[in-house]
Structure formats: structure tokens, C-alpha cells
């Protein structure tokens, strides 16, 4: 499985005072001590860095994620996202634009999103994604 992780699996990842993990945190630890691959983009990438206080941790955090596959997303992607959003929106569903730009990028490269995030559960209820379950 290729899994694309949102900030939200990240945030809960990276602290040290979570305990028992989400089976998300377990899903990614899973994924990256197994084959799947883990992809991020600049965005979440972005996010990450910002939540970030000191220059050493912000420099650890590039080092870790720096091995990760990374995504770029082009034109086409922003214009889809902007549909997926509209989608949403005229059925009830509020998603945000980064979410719907993830939600894309999982659609054009094959990509099951691994979140915590349940504004996903509603956007897959009218778009077609793959969204990681535990069970």
C-alpha cells in the first residue's frame, strides 16, 4: 500500500506524550519500518515545519521527512481540487482547500490517505478516494 499522511497522523507521530498510539500512529510506523511507500507533499510538509519552535528540531524534522517520496502538485490538481471542494459543499460537506488538494493528489497517483481527520469521512461519502480504516 502507498499511503499518503496527513498533518494530523504527523502531529500525533512526532509527540512524545501520546499514549497508546492511534492505529493510525501505528499504520504509519508500520509503513515505514515495512515495504509501503510514504509519501508527503509541501503542504503537509509546510504545516509540519510551522509547528515547529526551535531551529534544531525544524532541522531534524527537514532531515527525517527529506527521505520521504515527494509529491508535487500541478495545475491539474488545484483545478480537481477545486471541483472535489465545490462537490462537497453543494452536498453539505465542508472541506477545506488543502484537504481537497490531498484528497486529489491521493486520486491522481493511486494513494490511500492515512488521517485522523474526520472531515475526510464526509468528503468520501461523494468523492471517490481511498481513505486508510482500521479495520
Do not use: Y
Not at 531534524?60 to 527521505?67: N, T
Amino acid at each position: 500500500m502507498s499511503l499518503l499522511v496527513d498533518t494530523s497522523v504527523w502531529s500525533l507521530a512526532l509527540r512524545r506524550d501520546v499514549e497508546p498510539p492511534e492505529p493510525e500512529v501505528v499504520a504509519l510506523r508500520q509503513a515505514l519500518l515495512g515495504s509501503d511507500q510514504v509519501f508527503t507533499t509541501g503542504l503537509v510538509f509546510q504545516e509540519l515545519l510551522q509547528g515547529f519552535a526551535g531551529p534544531k528540531d525544524r532541522a531534524q524534522l527537514v532531515e527525517r521527512l527529506s527521505a520521504l517520496a515527494f509529491l508535487q502538485p500541478v495545475k491539474d490538481d488545484h483545478i480537481k481540487a477545486a471541483e472535489i471542494r465545490n462537490t462537497c459543499r453543494r452536498r453539505g460537506v465542508q472541506v477545506g482547500t488543502i484537504d481537497a488538494l490531498l484528497i486529489q493528489l491521493c486520486r491522481r497517483n493511486d494513494l490511500t490517505l492515512l488521517t485522523t481527520d474526520q472531515d475526510f469521512r464526509g468528503a468520501n461519502k461523494h468523492v471517490e478516494f481511498e481513505l486508510w480504516s482500521a479495520g
